[in-house]
């Protein structure tokens, strides 16, 4: 499965963004997805996750209220919608997949995209 994330860029605090993950070279259907960041110096974080089927969503305390993930499994395509953007937000975000299971840790995750620099400014 390769996994191919967009839509980042450089926005104002308070203001929206939404990153896509697209994914192709296998079923999609039954594919957990998750999105997690890496700001600079620190480690790679989870932010959100989403069942395959769609029904269970999962997120960080700290984004919770703010973003919000979908999947449009016609499309093969994951969706991080960023609300209310922060300046702790600016990171380089992952989608991330598998068929294993699904929850916050790396470690349920087989299939890495190649990131997305998203840069909040005051």
């Known amino acids: 499965v390769q996994l191919q994330a967009s839509g980042g860029g450089l926005v104002q605090a308070g203001d929206s963004l939404r990153l896509s993950c697209a994914a192709s070279?296998?079923?999609?259907?039954?594919?957990?997805t998750g999105w997690f960041r890496q700001a600079p110096g620190k480690e790679r974080a989870f932010v959100a996750a989403?069942?395959?089927?769609?029904?269970?969503?999962y997120y960080a305390e700290s984004v919770k209220g703010r973003f919000t993930i979908s999947r449009d499994n016609a499309k093969n395509t994951v969706y991080l919608q960023m609300n209310s953007l922060k300046l702790e937000d600016t990171a380089i975000y992952y989608c991330?997949?598998?068929?294993?299971?699904?929850?916050?840790?790396?470690?349920?995750?087989?299939?890495w995209g190649q990131g997305t620099q998203v840069t909040v400014s005051s």
């Open positions: 991330a997949g598998g068929y294993r299971g699904l929850g916050s840790s790396r470690g349920w995750y087989d299939y």
């Open positions: 070279g296998s079923t999609f259907g039954n594919f957990n």
């Open positions: 989403i069942r395959w089927s769609g029904g269970n969503t």
